[in-house]
């Protein structure tokens, strides 16, 4: 295995053996594949063992990498997407890894000397010259901070949506990602305890998935303030998905500027407007705002007293309890 080939990926991190899952892949499956974890085409059964101790005296090539933070449901992936601009830079789509050092850091363990090297063997060129975006799941806010100081003086976006858009979205799912709302709310919560602290018993038990999802935004807009407190805002804007959406290409362009990928703005202009034509995570699915605008409408129109309801709620027991950072839309910065 070639180690300086970032084609060498690693599909997994078993957290206790301190052991990663390298396997060869081509840029097409990085390309075609929405996500970089389990659902990743390839063969992960055959990945070879690497030992967190090898990579990490490597010396590895580095690329200039631009972190793609995110809350759910924020076209995030659309923006990754419109981001993959090979040979000038190449998007890595919420690699298994980043998750297994979230679940690792959940649950108690220490991530002493795994964060750099899993961070470094992402952060290898995929073209001479090419920098990388890297989009962690959403689940892996709880370690953005670790994973920002892994690349000292690069910059991060966190993508993020109003509450009315998140629980619209929410709404739009089936039955299966529904049922997971409660196991993420609790996730979310205890990774940000002060916000869990501050809220009633009413609060943590909500009365029904709508009521539920918003007490998940609320809790993830809270860590992605902890998180820029940490990291510090000249290294970490957040970017409201209404504002990604109001102009795909030209926030692409702002955020590529401001991550600094060194990408051609003409190049990746024209590159964004196809992306935002197509379902991101679903690409021979046409999908366009117009489509976006009728499904919101008919979520609204449908369960208009579900929503009313649970923003009623929300603005009772969850909303009051954030900081007016996390709670508010964030001002606009990609068309100043």
């Not at 809350?71 to 000038?88: K, W």
């Not at 957040?238 to 959406?245: F, K, Q, S, T």
């Not at 702002?254 to 407007?273: F, N, Q, S, T, Y």
Request: aromatic residues 4%; hydrophobic residues 50%.
């Amino acid at each position: 295995m070639d180690l300086s080939d970032a084609r060498w990926f690693a599909v997994d991190l078993h957290v206790p053996d301190r052991r990663f899952g390298v396997l060869q892949i081509g840029d097409d499956v990085v390309d075609r594949a929405s996500f970089l974890d389990t659902r990743l085409p390839a063969p992960l059964a055959s990945a070879a063992p690497l030992a967190v101790a090898e990579a990490a005296k490597a010396r590895l090539p580095r690329a200039p990498v631009g972190w793609l933070m995110h809350t759910s449901f924020c076209a995030s992936t659309l923006l990754a997407r419109a981001l993959h601009v090979p040979p000038h830079a190449v998007a890595l789509k919420e690699p298994l890894v980043l998750r297994r050092l979230s679940d690792a850091h959940k649950s108690g363990w220490s991530l002493d000397g795994l964060v750099a090297p899993t961070v470094a063997l992402l952060a290898r060129p995929w073209h001479a010259g090419g920098a990388v975006v890297v989009k962690p799941t959403h689940v892996a806010l709880n370690v953005a901070p670790q994973l920002m100081t892994a690349t000292p003086g690069r910059r991060g976006v966190v993508v993020t949506s109003s509450l009315d858009d998140f629980l619209i979205s929410n709404l739009k799912k089936d039955a299966e990602t529904q049922a997971k709302i409660p196991t993420l709310v609790e996730r979310a919560l205890k990774a940000a305890p002060g916000f869990r602290g501050k809220l009633a018993a009413a609060a943590l038990a909500p009365p029904d998935p709508v009521c539920a999802a918003g007490v998940q935004w609320a809790a993830q807009r809270e860590l992605v303030c902890d998180a820029i407190t940490t990291v510090g805002a000249a290294r970490l804007r957040v970017l409201d998905m209404d504002e990604l959406l109001r102009d795909v290409p030209a926030a692409t362009v702002a955020v590529a500027r401001w991550l600094e990928l060194g990408i051609p703005d003409d190049a990746l202009a024209r590159h964004a407007a196809a992306a935002a034509t197509h379902n991101a995570k679903a690409l021979e699915v046409g999908y366009g705002p117009e489509q976006r605008a009728r499904e919101a409408a008919m979520v609204t129109s449908h369960f208009r007293g579900e929503l009313a309801r649970g923003r009623a709620w929300l603005d009772a027991h969850v909303l009051p309890k954030m900081r007016a950072a996390a709670r508010d839309t964030p001002a606009a910065w990609t068309s100043a």
